[in-house]
């Protein structure tokens, strides 16, 4: 039981880690970056490829930061910049498009079969071979990554002035660049920050399954955009709380539920996910008040 | 609304349409597939136009009503000895029937339009990420549902021997059919209704439009058209796994409406016809191409490559589509007019 919960809290950890760091840019953009699980794809194959040639572990953990992040700061200046005034549907099938696109030269260069990583061996070890067989470090690392990443972001956004300024922008863009908010700093600021999330998440999920193909990360980052916006895309602290749940539910689920019955997870997971948002569709975590009209 | 004015919504994709069957017939018989696959797309893209375009609200589960109608479709027509030998789990009225081409495509019509009236209906009361990301939801249900559950389908293998019926003129009357009805609908007083909700839902519910409704009656034909489409896509491929109608599709075919332009017809006709021809002209480009006198040769799997570079190219320099979600219209004597994107014929009002 106890295992289970903290295997619960791991994934919920890692999956709270993705989800900051696409609501870190939806506050500033608007946009779903349908993407997201493509830059982690991209920074496990750079450990890989590191592991491949025999680099030691923190230039392979480098390598894999700077992958993600130039990959992000390229997406946003060729991307997220032109588009910044179209349409939500428009921004979000440009990030299908360069998921695909991701996904495509990955398939390209590295074929489809599955590519093992060595990173870290140590942490996939039981914490202990007595009660907690079933715990492994890398659980007990990801949670803490997760708390200490939260907690530095939420000193960041609260104490600093950039810090200020993001949140500014997140509630009410027009407003924030009038009062003489930097966008594009803020906005800059946002991508890279997300794409650091995105390189640790990158990092540990890597220790958790070693074997990397093109759809690395991909089923991951679906169930965290479902689980972002069922918890409140519109509130940082909501999303990430969302991306915290969807993992502990559907841990829990694929522990909880008869091998016969697993199978179904998704099925359970989703089923939730739509009775959530009919009961709470402005979202799970989101404060209570009514809202004026619906907008499309 | 004047009967040119309405008829030229229609004639440009369906001719477009024909244009691409027409081609066909001149194509070799290896090459005729990538012709037939244009005009299935269309139909899916049509579809999901029909819903998408009119309300302004993006559905990722409308793959799952081509799912059903495919599924459906194709179970329904391999004939009941093969069923029985290849999938024992069947449910017996499923194993021991099986019905020809045009009752099965009427079938599958039938079940994707059933599947999203009975999904809407709560389902429609949601608008904006929350709508996209429910009926994502129906999507991940419907696949995890037919991959594993055996007595309804083949479950995670393929499903073979279905009846290639979908030839190229069939794949045009299908998809001519489908621009009909998105056409007859957005002409409609409920596709009128249903475009108010869209530019202004405070506006049209406070005349007393019910957004519920209009939405619900959309999402319901749509599946109705997807799934007929899935009816031919299984016709055209006859063998299918559940991931042929899965995320890559769903992707492929929100990324053709949105490319073409997501609000009008001609949008999501042109937007299928253009993506589908270049993911078919670069796949045959990795077996080699001459290109005036060049030899193109490229690595296989290029093809994917190229066509995100390229679907992202045009979202940036065209975020509203290729054709600006806009009909194309006549030009109007002695009025200016307001939605005017390129006319192209100088013929009498």
């Known amino acids: 039981m106890v295992q289970t919960l903290i295997n619960a809290v791991g994934l919920g950890s890692i999956y709270a880690l993705m989800a900051v760091g696409i609501g870190l840019v939806f506050g500033v953009l608007r946009l779903v970056n349908f993407a997201y699980g493509q830059l982690i794809m991209a920074g496990a194959y750079a450990i890989a490829l590191g592991s491949e040639h025999g680099w030691p572990e923190w230039a392979s953990v480098l390598a894999c930061f700077g992958v993600v992040i130039g990959l992000s700061l390229a997406m946003e200046l060729t991307l997220f910049r032109p588009l910044r005034q179209a349409s939500p549907a428009t921004m979000l099938v440009a990030t299908f498009a360069v998921a695909f696109l991701l996904q495509s030269i990955a398939l390209l260069k590295f074929g489809s079969l599955v590519k093992s990583a060595t990173i870290f061996p140590k942490l996939f070890d039981p914490v202990s071979h007595g009660r907690f067989e079933t715990v492994r470090w890398i659980t007990i690392v990801a949670i803490a990554c997760a708390v200490v990443a939260l907690l530095a972001l939420t000193l960041m956004l609260d104490r600093t002035s950039i810090g200020l300024h993001m949140r500014a922008a997140a509630s009410d863009f027009q407003t924030a660049r009038i009062l003489g908010v930097n966008a594009n700093r803020v906005i800059t600021l946002a991508v890279l920050l997300s794409g650091v999330l995105a390189a640790t998440v990158s990092v540990i999920l890597v220790v958790q399954n070693p074997f990397i193909e093109p759809r690395f990360a991909l089923r991951d980052t679906i169930i965290v955009l479902v689980g972002v916006v069922v918890g409140g895309i519109d509130r940082l602290w909501t999303a990430t709380l969302g991306g915290f749940a969807i993992g502990v539910a559907s841990s829990v689920l694929t522990d909880q539920l008869s091998s016969q019955r697993s199978v179904y997870v998704d099925s359970f997971v989703f089923g939730l996910v739509i009775l959530v948002l009919l009961l709470r569709p402005e979202g799970l975590f989101a404060p209570f008040r009514t809202r004026p009209v619906e907008r499309a | ?349």
């Open chain 2, 1 to 349: 609304m004047r009967v040119a004015d309405k008829l030229v919504q229609f004639v440009p994709p369906a001719l477009l349409v024909v244009a691409v069957a027409f081609l066909g017939t001149f194509a070799s018989r290896a090459n005729e597939i990538y012709f037939r696959t244009a005009l299935v797309d269309v139909a899916i893209v049509v579809g999901l136009y029909l819903f998408v375009g009119n309300s302004g609200v993006l559905s990722f589960g409308h793959i799952s009503f081509v799912a059903v109608g495919a599924f459906g479709a194709g179970l329904m027509s391999v004939s009941s000895e093969l069923k029985e030998n290849v999938l024992p789990d069947l449910f017996p009225l499923l194993a021991h029937h099986s019905i020809g081409n045009v009752p099965s495509l009427l079938l599958a019509a039938g079940l994707g339009g059933a599947f999203a009236f009975l999904v809407g209906l709560p389902l429609m009361r949601l608008s904006g990420l929350a709508a996209g990301i429910a009926t994502f939801a129906v999507l991940g249900i419907t696949h995890n549902v037919l991959f594993n559950y055996t007595k309804i389908g083949p479950g995670a293998t393929a499903l073979t021997s279905i009846p290639e019926t979908t030839g190229l003129m069939q794949a045009m009357g299908g998809a001519l059919i489908a621009i009909g009805v998105a056409w007859l609908y957005q002409l409609s007083r409920f596709g009128r209704l249903l475009r108010a909700t869209r530019e202004d839902p405070a506006a049209a519910q406070a005349v007393g439009v019910s957004i519920h409704r209009q939405r619900l009656w959309a999402f319901t034909l749509s599946g109705a058209v997807c799934g007929f489409a899935g009816g031919l896509f299984v016709h055209e491929l006859g063998t299918i796994t559940t991931e042929d109608v899965y995320l890559d599709l769903t992707f492929l075919t929100l990324a053709m409406l949105v490319v073409g332009g997501a609000e009008s017809l001609l949008g999501a006709v042109v937007g299928a016809v253009l993506i589908s021809g270049l993911d078919s002209f670069l796949t045959t480009a990795e077996d080699g191409v001459h290109i005036l006198g060049f030899k193109l040769d490229v690595k296989d799997g290029t093809h994917l490559v190229v066509l995100g570079a390229l679907m992202a190219f045009v979202l940036v320099l065209r975020p509203s589509g290729i054709t600006g979600g806009r009909e194309l219209g006549l030009p109007r004597i002695g009025r200016r007019s307001v939605q005017q994107a390129g006319a192209t014929s100088r013929g009498t009002p």
